[in-house]
């Protein structure tokens, strides 16, 4: 047994509290890392402000997005080594039997333990893990851009990957923020076109920078008009958060005949959608649950090979509840990142 510190979450509209905790040796095919990094999440952010259904055990330590070092092992462990560079997702452990992961869809895993809201997550000085889903980071790879191939980027990458994209695709990124910047690198990587859409004038700008070929305004222009006269979307990547379902709405109508709208964010309330248009533009409407372990290992190739530069803001471990305002006022250009020193 070790002692740290990790942010303790108690309840929905509290703010998790810094302590001090016990963490548990690990056992048989558990690994105990030492945290280097992790990514602030949203999804986190909606959690601890109560607009996402708590975990089902409290309390607990969010933060899904973990980099670390390997600390100790489990006596079963073979693999993995002690001071092993690994990152871990919110996928803490998946059965591999149930036909879902049989079939390549281990986030829809009956059996799933997710880090953070089963178990103890990142926002801790210390995580145990299952080594069996751990994956190693590339040498080149720093810590502070580890994290944000477990969801930043392999959130994205999924989505263009379930919806087959390919060079010449004009894919639409509607919604600049953590996962935007890194779609539209994912996008250019496979030879796309790409239309970033948003709201904030200083977060379009680093879309253009980091590879947009247009950037729309939806305070200033009509992007379902200047989308359609590029020639309709093939692929729209629909990352909004907002209870707000336009972005959803004018996402779809942007799509040529065939194309494909995919919902990578999940705000509350329902879309309106034409049936019609719908049917004989043979449209396609698709959700996709975050990621699975082949889209992070691609996620941190991506990074190794100089395709995708993670757009992030880092803060000191200490300063965890500013990274939490500065994400809740929407102040925070990319990921924000907590580095452990």
């Known amino acids: 047994m070790v002692k740290g510190r990790g ?28 945290t280097k990094a992790v990514g602030v999440c949203h999804t986190d952010l909606a959690t601890i402000d109560g607009e996402f259904p708590p975990p089902p055990k409290m309390p607990t330590i969010l933060g899904h997005e973990i980099a670390g070092e390997v600390y100790a092992l489990g006596e079963e462990v073979k693999d993995l080594e002690i001071g092993d560079r690994v990152v871990l997702s919110w996928l803490w452990y998946t059965c591999g039997k149930c036909e879902y992961c049989i079939s390549g869809r281990e ?7 997710e880090t953070g809201r089963h178990v103890y997550g990142g926002y801790a000085e210390y995580v145990l893990a299952k080594a069996s889903h751990v994956i190693k980071i590339p040498e080149n790879v720093p810590w502070e851009y580890a994290p944000s191939a477990t969801d930043a980027i392999a959130t994205p990458f ?8 390919k060079e010449g695709d004009l894919v639409v990124v509607w919604g600049v ?19 970033a859409v948003g709201r904030s004038k200083k977060k379009l700008e680093k879309a253009k920078e980091v590879g947009a070929d247009y950037a729309i305004s939806t305070l200033e222009e009509d992007p379902v008009r200047l989308i359609k006269d590029l020639g309709g979307a093939d692929i729209v990547l629909a990352l909004a958060t907002s209870p707000d379902p336009t972005p959803y709405e004018q996402g779809f109508y942007s799509l040529k005949k065939g194309g494909i709208l995919v919902l990578l964010g999940y705000p509350p309330g329902k879309l309106c959608l034409p049936v019609i248009e719908w049917g004989l533009d043979e449209k396609w409407v698709i959700a996709s649950l975050a990621f699975t372990r082949y889209d992070i290992t691609e ?10 530069k993670p757009v ?3 803060f000191e471990f200490a300063n965890f509840p500013q990274a939490l305002d500065k994400l809740r006022r929407g102040e925070v250009l990319g990921r924000p990142t907590l580095i452990y020193k």
Request: net charge neutral.
């Open 7 to 34: 942010y303790i979450f108690r309840r929905s509209g509290e703010e998790p509290t810094l302590e001090e905790i016990d963490f548990p040796d690990p056992r048989h095919d558990e690994i105990l890392l030492k």
């Open 107 to 113: 986030q829809l895993c009956v059996n799933l333990v």
């Open 158 to 165: 999924k989505g263009l990957r379930l919806a087959n994209a």
């Open 177 to 195: 923020g953590g996962l935007g910047f890194n779609g539209i690198q994912v996008a250019k990587a496979k030879g796309c076109t790409v239309v």
């Open 299 to 308: 996620s941190l190739r991506m990074i190794a090979e100089g395709k995708v």
């Open 312 to 314: 992030i803001e880092t």
